[in-house]
């Protein structure tokens, strides 16, 4: 039908090779175990159930609220949320709060930090957020925070949520 084919109809035989090369090159890079001394005899089967044994790491998960409450009496921001770890140890909880303000052009911010122990269900953990030098109070709306959270010998974990900040003015 068409006197000339295509590209990749004139290049599929050499990709084919290629990849053929390729594929029997790294079979042969296989590397090949030498035979336990004892061969001829059964090995005895380490699990049973063909389970894989995994090494017992702790983790940990958290779960910041979606509210925030503005405490006018005393002048910080209070954030929530669960923490759940490991039975035994101490978790670090930050979070760090940001609010923009487009009317202004202007943002605040603010940080917080407390440490919950750990318990194999999850705990409810409470941070005030202190607002840096000279910002003041962050106003009701949305705000944006990032919390963090570590167990010593793990890699923290990080969630960033925009929260509803409510005001509270009794407390």
Same mark, same amino acid.
């Given at each position: 039908m068409y006197p000339f084919a295509s590209r990749v109809g004139r290049f599929r035989p050499v !990709?084919?090779? +290629?990849?053929?090369?390729?594929?029997?090159?790294?079979?042969?890079?296989?590397?090949?175990?030498s035979p336990s /001394?004892?061969?001829? #005899? /059964?090995?005895?089967q380490a699990n049973?159930?063909?389970? +894989?044994e995994m090494?017992?790491? /702790?983790?940990?998960?958290?779960?910041p609220s979606k509210?925030?409450?503005?405490? !006018?009496?005393? &002048?910080? +921001? #209070?954030?929530? &949320?669960?923490?759940?770890?490991?039975? &035994?140890?101490l978790s670090h909880v930050v979070a760090y709060?940001?609010?923009?303000?487009? #009317?202004?052009?202007d943002s605040v911010a603010g940080f917080g930090e407390v440490y919950v122990p750990c318990v194999d269900v999850p705990i409810t953990w409470f941070v005030n957020i202190t607002?840096?030098?000279?910002?003041?109070? /962050? #106003?009701?709306?949305?705000?944006? +925070?990032?919390f963090r959270a570590s167990i010593p010998g793990v890699n923290a974990v990080e969630v960033k949520?925009?929260?509803r900040l409510v005001e509270d003015v009794e407390n």
């Open positions: !990709l084919l090779l +290629v990849a053929a090369i390729t594929l029997g090159a790294c079979a042969a890079d296989q590397s090949i175990t /001394p004892n061969a001829s #005899q /059964p090995r005895a049973v159930d063909g389970a +894989v090494i017992d790491t /702790p983790a940990i998960l958290i779960a509210t925030g409450v503005i405490r !006018l009496k005393s &002048g910080v +921001v #209070q954030l929530s &949320g669960t923490v759940t770890c490991k039975a &035994g140890i709060l940001e609010q923009y303000d487009r #009317q202004t052009n607002m840096s030098l000279g910002d003041p109070l /962050p #106003q009701r709306g949305r705000a944006d +925070v990032l949520r925009s929260i």
